[in-house]
């Protein structure tokens, strides 16, 4: 995708590097990466003419376990590894970006996700999302767990594709 979001003080022009979730054909959840590579997730709090999000920065290890849900979501967001959330706004007329940065006891709660797991995606969002987390350095024994913690998710939500889900099983060596 590799769309530029804007450029914020202290981080540098951010360029969304991975959607994990998307509604609407827009972004609700996702990875951005700044020059230095530092990664930053997003959660969309407002769509449309005048884009607004929270996000703060993440290390793989932490984006793992969320995925794993070892974390949930909220607390990613509510409990930033490097102790800030910025809540950034955009308006489509002009390109600008605002922002505002919260400390962790500052952060208001009403801008946190309600749910813990806004991942609970369908077999596109999952498959996407498998498909971009390729990227990051996770050990082998860790992409198999990964890829079948997804197909068991798939199954449990959408069991109209339990069939599709059992031949890629077959077809997919998920013992290391």
């Known amino acids: 995708m590799n769309e530029i979001i804007g450029k914020l003080p202290l981080i540098g022009e951010l360029t969304i590097n991975s959607t994990l979730v998307f509604y609407d054909g827009e972004p609700m959840t996702f990875i951005c990466v700044n020059a ?12 449309g003419d005048n884009s607004e999000w929270i996000l703060t920065q ?8 969320m995925v ?19 809540r950034v706004k955009k308006t489509k007329n002009n390109n600008e970006l605002s922002c505002v940065v919260y ?5 208001p709660i009403d801008l946190l ?17 498998l498909e971009k987390l390729a990227q990051y350095q996770i050990p082998n024994d860790e992409k198999i767990k990964l890829i079948d913690q997804a197909l068991t998710r798939i199954t ?4 109209d594709v339990k069939e599709d889900v059992d031949f890629i099983r077959q077809k997919l060596p998920l013992t290391v």
């Open 36 to 47: 230095d590579k530092d990664r930053f997730i997003a959660h969309t709090i407002a769509s």
């Open 58 to 65: 993440v290390s793989d290890k932490r984006i793992r376990e």
């Open 68 to 86: 794993y849900n070892k974390i949930p979501y909220r607390v990613v967001l509510s409990e930033p590894e490097d102790g800030f959330l910025w």
């Open 103 to 107: 400390p962790t006891p500052e952060i």
């Open 113 to 129: 996700p309600q749910d813990n797991d806004p991942l609970e995606a369908g077999p596109e969002e999952i498959a996407c999302c």
């Open 156 to 159: 449990t939500k959408h069991s």
